[in-house]
Nanobody, 124 residues
Framework: QVQLVESGGGLVQAGGSLRLSCAAS????????VGWFRQAPGKEREFVAG????????YYADSVKGRFTISRDVTKNTVYLQMNNLKPEDTANYCC?????????????????WGQGTQVTVSS
């Protein structure tokens, strides 16, 4: 089990950038796959991006491809989500999640551990 804490959310104008961080406690965090999910009011939670345990494979939702980049720093036990060219439709609460299976899934049920989330608001 790992504990996850997100940070980096905030209010930004359309076209701007934010970098979210997902800091984990737990010595085996590098063995986990990590996914970023988001949920906007009145909408279902959706997969945004994910990175496998080794960091060599990354996955993105079509809606964020070319704008978002996920990466991990194993020395800091942290996964990042760099978000560029933000759009109002990116407004949501963003959560990171960890899966002991080590491989990314777009399904939230595949992840055992979740952070509390960080709010991202993009104004037009």
């Amino acid at each position: 089990q790992v504990q996850l804490v997100e940070s980096g959310g905030g209010l930004v104008q359309a076209g701007g950038s934010l970098r979210l961080s997902c800091a984990a406690s737990g010595r085996a965090f590098s063995s986990y796959a990590v996914g970023w999910f988001r949920q906007a009011p009145g909408k279902e939670r959706e997969f945004v991006a994910g990175i496998n345990w080794g960091g060599g494979r990354t996955y993105y939702a079509d809606s964020v491809k070319g704008r978002f980049t996920i990466s991990r720093d194993v020395t800091k036990n942290t996964v990042y989500l760099q978000m560029n060219n933000l759009k109002p439709e990116d407004t949501a609460n963003y959560c990171c999640a960890a899966s002991i299976r080590g491989f990314v899934s777009t399904m939230s049920g595949a992840y055992e551990d979740w952070g509390q989330g960080t709010q991202v608001t993009v104004s037009s």
